[in-house]
Every structure is written in C-alpha cells, then in structure tokens.
C-alpha cells in the first residue's frame, strides 16, 4: 500500500532564516506531488505541484520554491522565512486514472511559525 | 474554469440526528467530485468520490453523497451524527486530466452531545 511522508511535524524559524521541508511516498511510482498551505484551519491553498522530476508548476508567486529530485520525493524550501510564511504546510501525492480520477492523498502536515 | 462552493461555513447539528453538508460545484464537463474529513492538527482524509455510476455515493465512516447534475450539487449526508464526526469537511471537484483538484474553503461540522 502506499504511504507518505512528510517532516518535520513542527518547525518555529526566525524570521529571515531558511526553510526546507520534505514529503516522500512510498508504494507507487510517478506520482503527482503537491504542495498546499492551510492558514487559520480553514481553506487550502495550492503553492505547487508537480507531475515528474524536474516538472515543478507554481500556483502562487512567493518567496517559497518546490523541488522534486527525486520521483517520490517533494521539497518546499525558502531563502528567507518571512512572517506570512507561518501555517500548516500539506504535502500530498495522486495517480490519475479511470477509477482514481486524481484522488488525492496527504501527508500528517507541518506547523511552520515564523517568529 | 471549474470551481467549488461550501456556502455554510459552520453547520451544527445534535448527536443522532441526520447531518448534510452542501456543496455544489462548476464546471465545463462531467465532473469528478470528492469529499474530505480533516481533525484538528491533522491531514485531510479522504472520505468518498463520485466518477461515475450511481449517483448515491456511500463512503467511509458511513457518510454518503449523491450526485445531483441538474442542481450541480454533492451533498454530503449521515443519517445519524456522532460527536466525534467533528470536524472540518471540504468538497473538491476535478474537471478532466492530470490537473490539480479544486477545493472548497471547507465546512465545519459541530456535533453536540
């Protein structure tokens, strides 16, 4: 069956400090990947996703940027954290398919604050 | 452009009573239609979906939906609530391909004892 991972759990940065979180899945190949952030318990916001290595597209123009340098692997970074960075930080994976339609499947979550 | 919409931000609802909730959705073709259950702290799980077929959709933790084209509606349903159903439910669409799902600003389920 398939999994993911996502670490760490819980991050608190200083402002200005970089970031770096990563997802992995295991028991599928070539997944889609992505990468959303929910503020204030509520709406999901999509920042990337990503269909293969190297294929990285950005929902939303910011100091964050996505990598995938591996098929299972997804990574959120950032030079400089800055305040409005803080949330819960999802990490999710899908294979399209006639039965699956794109299910999508997350991570635990990471709390990121930006202090 | 395909898009969701949860148009209750908060439904309460007593402990074994029948719970609904809305969601109704847009798009150019035929839709593929999901339902997602997160609790504090938590991921979001995934509950049900709708493909195609039958439009009654049953799912996890006997949670229900049913497809309505003519009211591009997805209701999500129980018929009898427990307390630990608390917590936040989004509703997400997908038109056609390889494209991200589309989620709706989630819906908060209270249930009192």
């Known amino acids: 069956s398939q999994t993911i991972h996502q670490w760490p759990a819980t991050l608190v940065q200083p402002v200005g400090s970089p970031l770096s979180l990563e997802c992995t899945v295991e028991?599928?190949?070539?997944?889609?990947l992505y990468w959303y952030r929910q503020a204030a318990g509520r709406g999901l916001q999509l920042l990337f996703y990503?269909?293969?290595?190297?294929?990285i597209s950005s929902e939303v123009p910011q100091n964050l940027s996505a990598s995938r340098p591996q098929d299972r692997q997804f990574i959120l970074s950032s030079k400089k954290l800055l305040l409005s960075d803080s949330g819960f930080y999802l990490c999710?994976?899908?294979?399209?398919?006639?039965?699956?339609?794109?299910?999508?499947?997350f991570g635990e979550g990471s709390w990121l604050t930006v202090v | 452009a395909q898009s969701v919409a949860q148009p209750e931000d908060q439904v309460n609802v007593a402990e074994g009573n029948p719970l609904t909730v809305k969601c109704t959705y847009s798009?150019?073709?035929?839709?593929?239609l999901f339902w997602y259950v997160q609790y504090p702290n938590r991921g979001l799980q995934f509950l049900l979906k709708?493909?195609?077929?039958?439009?009654l959709v049953k799912g996890s933790y006997g949670f229900e939906a049913e497809f309505n084209k003519s009211q591009t509606s997805f209701h999500l349903k129980k018929p009898s609530a427990l307390v630990s159903d608390s917590a936040l439910y989004f509703c997400?669409?997908?038109?056609?391909?390889?494209?991200?799902?589309?989620f709706g600003k989630g819906t908060r389920l209270s249930v009192i004892a």
């Open positions: 990503s269909v293969g290595i190297g294929q």
């Open positions: 709708y493909i195609t077929g039958d439009n």
């Open positions: 999710a994976w899908s294979v399209l398919g006639r039965s699956t339609g794109n299910t999508i499947y």
């Open positions: 798009v150019s073709g035929n839709p593929y």
């Open positions: 997400a669409v997908l038109n056609s391909g390889n494209t991200p799902l589309v």
């Open positions: 028991g599928t190949s070539n997944p889609n």
